[in-house]
């Protein structure tokens, strides 16, 4: 049974940084899309960064570009969101998702077929 686990969230202060990590067992990230989503609310997840292993493209949100990294962790079956600069509008649980294709979704809505339960991010002001 394929099981994303997300690690590395915590607390911390603003413009400080955080790195979550995405752990996958019984499958693979290798040549599939992965993603990092939070959650609204009231509203479907909102893709942060999607991620594709096959060409390493990827995506960000306007709002994290140029603070927020996704790769391929150094750790096999984990990919990673380095988290810089975050303000506490970035409170919130963060999923990790994998899509079962090479490629994500335009501008990472949604798609994912598996995701974990979540890592909560908490930023004091």
């Known amino acids: 049974e394929l099981q994303l686990v997300e690690s590395g969230g915590g607390f911390v202060q603003a413009g400080g940084s955080l790195i979550l990590r995405c752990r996958i067992s019984?499958?693979?990230?290798?040549?599939?899309?992965a993603g990092w989503f939070r959650q609204v609310p009231g509203k479907e997840r909102e893709g942060i960064s999607c991620?594709?292993?096959?060409?390493?493209?990827?995506w960000y949100a306007d709002s994290v570009k140029g603070r927020f990294a996704a790769s391929r962790d150094s750790v096999p079956e984990s990919v990673i969101l380095r988290m810089d600069k975050l303000n506490s509008e970035a409170t919130d649980v963060y999923y990790c998702?994998?899509?079962?294709?090479?490629?994500?979704?335009?501008?990472?809505?949604?798609?994912?077929?598996?995701w974990g339960k979540g890592t909560l991010v908490n930023v004091s002001s």
């Open positions: 019984g499958g693979t990230f290798d040549n599939y899309a």
């Open positions: 991620l594709s292993t096959i060409d390493n493209s990827s």
């Open positions: 998702g994998r899509r079962d294709s090479h490629h994500y979704n335009s501008r990472c809505r949604g798609g994912m077929d598996d």
